[in-house]
C-alpha cells in the first residue's frame, strides 16, 4: 500500500481516489488476505447458525473486520446472542444495541427465526458483496494509519448514504468527528447531552444536503481545509510526495497520472537503507 505520510488531507485523498483499483487489487492479493478471503468463500457455506458462525474462527475474524468490527472480536457470547435475536421484535438485542455496525451485520447474515443462514444469503454475488466490503475497509484502514484526515474523509463518503438522521452521526465515532469538525465545533461538544449536541449540529448544517454530490463535495473541502489548518502536516520526502508533486498544477488543480504502486513500495523499501 501506498503510504500517505507526509501529504496534507487533500493530496492524501486525491492519491487514495486516483489508485482506489489497483489499491483494492493489492489488498487481495495480499498472502495473508488472500488467504482470509479463499477461507471465507470456500467455509461460508458450511456455517447454518450464529454458533457455527463464531465457532469458525478464520472465516468470523474475516467477516468482522470486513464490517469494521475488528474491535469485539472476543465478544463471540454476545456477537452470537446479537445474530440469535429476531429483528422484528422491537425488544430484540439487535434492536437494543446502539452500534449499526452490529445491525448491519445481522441484516447481511439474515439468520432466520430458527437461526439458520438463508441458502439464498449464500450467493456468489453476496460472497462477493463481502469480500468487496473487507477490502474497502482494510483500504480505509491503512489510509487512517498515514493520514488521520484521509480516513475520515473515506469513512465519511463511505457512511453518508446510510445518515438519515443526526443520531446515525454521533453512533459514529469518526463520522461524528468529521462533521463536528466541518462544522466547527469544539471536541468538548461529547461532553453535553446528546440531545443538545442534535441541537448543535441542526442549527450548522442541514442533513437534507447529504443528498447532494455538490454539497457534499464542499463540506468534504471544508473539513478537509479545517482539519489541516489545526493539524499542520510536516511534509516529509517520500516516494509518494514526489511522484505526486508532479500530479498538481500551478492553479492547485490535479492532473491524473498513472502510478505503479508496486514501484512506489519498493522505492520505498529502498530508501530505508540507504
Do not use: C
Not at 444495541?97 to 437461526?115: G, I, M, V, Y
Not at 463481502?130 to 474523509?153: H, K, P, Q, T, Y
Not at 463511505?158 to 445518515?163: E, L, P, T, W
Amino acid at each position: 500500500m501506498i503510504s500517505l505520510a507526509g501529504l496534507g488531507t487533500s493530496l492524501a485523498v486525491r492519491l487514495v481516489d486516483s489508485t482506489r483499483p489497483q489499491q483494492l487489487d493489492l489488498i487481495r492479493r495480499d498472502a495473508l488476505n488472500a488467504r482470509q478471503i479463499e477461507a471465507f468463500e470456500e467455509r461460508v457455506g458450511d456455517i447454518r447458525s450464529p454458533a457455527d458462525f463464531v465457532e469458525d474462527t478464520e472465516v468470523y475474524t474475516f467477516v468482522m473486520r470486513a464490517f469494521d468490527l475488528e474491535d469485539q472480536i472476543f465478544g463471540k457470547a454476545m456477537i452470537r446472542k446479537m445474530l440469535e435475536s429476531d429483528i422484528s421484535d422491537p425488544k430484540a438485542l439487535v434492536n437494543r444495541l446502539t452500534d449499526p455496525r452490529l445491525r448491519e451485520l445481522h441484516q447481511a447474515f439474515a439468520f432466520n427465526p430458527q437461526s439458520q443462514l438463508s441458502v439464498k444469503v449464500l450467493s456468489e454475488d453476496w460472497k462477493q458483496g463481502i469480500v468487496d466490503r473487507f477490502a474497502e475497509r482494510m483500504l480505509i484502514n491503512n489510509a487512517d494509519e498515514g493520514s488521520r484526515g484521509a480516513g475520515l474523509v473515506l469513512e465519511f463518503r463511505n457512511r453518508v448514504d446510510s445518515i438519515g438522521n443526526w443520531f446515525d452521526v454521533l453512533k459514529n465515532r469518526d463520522v461524528s468527528e468529521f462533521m463536528r469538525t466541518a462544522l466547527g465545533l469544539p471536541k468538548e461538544i461529547v461532553q453535553l447531552d446528546i440531545d443538545k449536541q442534535v441541537s448543535l449540529y441542526k442549527s450548522k448544517f442541514d442533513l437534507e444536503d447529504l443528498k447532494d454530490p455538490e454539497k457534499v463535495d464542499k463540506l468534504v473541502g471544508k473539513f478537509m481545509a479545517i482539519h489541516d489548518a489545526l493539524n499542520p502536516v510536516q511534509f516529509a520526502s517520500s516516494p509518494s510526495v514526489t511522484l505526486m508533486q508532479g500530479a498538481v498544477n500551478l492553479s492547485g488543480g490535479f492532473a491524473p497520472v498513472l502510478i505503479d504502486i508496486d514501484a512506489i513500495q519498493r522505492m520505498g523499501s529502498a530508501s530505508r537503507y540507504r
